[in-house]
């Protein structure tokens, strides 16, 4: 796959710049997504010097149907595109009480929606060239909703749940797909959370986080969480609800429901 461009949404800051940069180093042209054009194209200008790679710059802004649309054919018609990177996303301050719903709509139109939409664009061609790797930026809160205030959570759960969906579907068609649950990363978004990130114990630095999630690109890993320790917490918990499923298919209702 080393031949294949990479898109990238969310190329503009944190953990999407940090992809395009080791993207870059390793040798492939890039097509970066974000709304702020001056940044996609200070970076671009350094990736290509530093590089000598060829990058696109694809303004857009994800939560608007238009500009979505321009980046769903991008990733339809461009037959160089081999690796997607499903990474734009962002959060609100605040919990439910007193929400804005206006930018909670925003939110699960950036973070769920344009997701989607965006991974559904490229699955039928990658699926046809029986090739291709799709990156979903998911969330440890996708498994520890209880810690974060809000909506986010679950727009990650769904990030998690989704990447399960396509794997199902895409990777019998040899099609990888990965999903990436970083912890607290050294990024922007904290701001837009309105939280200050040297107040959070824990906090891992971009770089670390990115670098780690490419090695789990490269052993093929459905499931990257790069701050978990024991590897093995996962399993049991994947584990176990995979063992629930063939439990689901039941005509009655379970003994204790009966009435
Ligand atoms: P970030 O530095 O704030 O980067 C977010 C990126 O998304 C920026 O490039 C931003 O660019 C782009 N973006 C925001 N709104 C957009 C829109 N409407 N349309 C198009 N692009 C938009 O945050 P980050 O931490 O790198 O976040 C990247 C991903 O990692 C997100 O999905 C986030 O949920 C996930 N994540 C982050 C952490 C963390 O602690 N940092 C932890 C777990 C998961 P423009 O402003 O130029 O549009």
């Known amino acids: 796959m080393s031949d294949r ?22 040798g492939h042209d890039l097509v970066l997504v974000a ?32 500009d979505r649309g321009k980046v769903e054919a991008r990733l339809r018609d ?17 919990g439910f009480a007193g929400a804005d719903l206006d930018a909670l709509d925003r939110l699960v139109q950036l973070n769920v929606t344009a997701v989607a939409r965006l991974a559904a664009a490229v699955a039928p061609r990658f699926m046809a060239e029986g090739a291709g790797a799709i990156v979903n930026m998911a969330s440890v809160l996708a498994l520890a909703p209880e810690i974060f205030p809000g909506v986010y959570p679950a727009t990650k759960a769904f990030v998690l749940t989704l990447s399960q969906s396509l794997q199902g579907e895409l990777g019998p068609r040899g099609v990888y797909v990965q999903a990436v649950l970083p912890g607290a990363t050294r990024t922007a ?5 309105g939280r200050d990130v040297d107040a959070i114990p824990g906090v891992m630095d971009v770089e670390e986080l990115v670098d780690a999630a490419l090695v ?23 584990g176990a609800r995979l063992a629930m499923v063939p439990n689901f298919r039941q005509s009655h209702a379970a003994a204790r429901y009966r009435t």
């Open 216 to 238: 789990g690109f490269d052993r093929r890993e459905p499931v990257t969480i790069p701050p978990l320790p024991d590897a093995s917490q996962w399993e049991s918990f994947s």
């Open 189 to 193: 978004i904290w701001a837009h959370a």
């Open 35 to 66: 709304r702020d054009k001056a940044k996609l194209e200070g970076l671009a200008t350094r990736l290509k010097e530093q590089n000598r790679v060829g990058v696109d710059v694809l303004p857009a802004d994800l939560t608007e149907a238009a």
């Open 5 to 26: 461009s990479v898109l990238i949404t969310g190329a503009s800051s944190g953990i999407g710049a940090t992809y395009a940069d080791r993207m870059a180093r390793r």
């Open 78 to 94: 461009d037959r160089r595109i081999g690796i997607f990177i499903n990474n734009a996303g962002t959060t609100v301050p605040g």
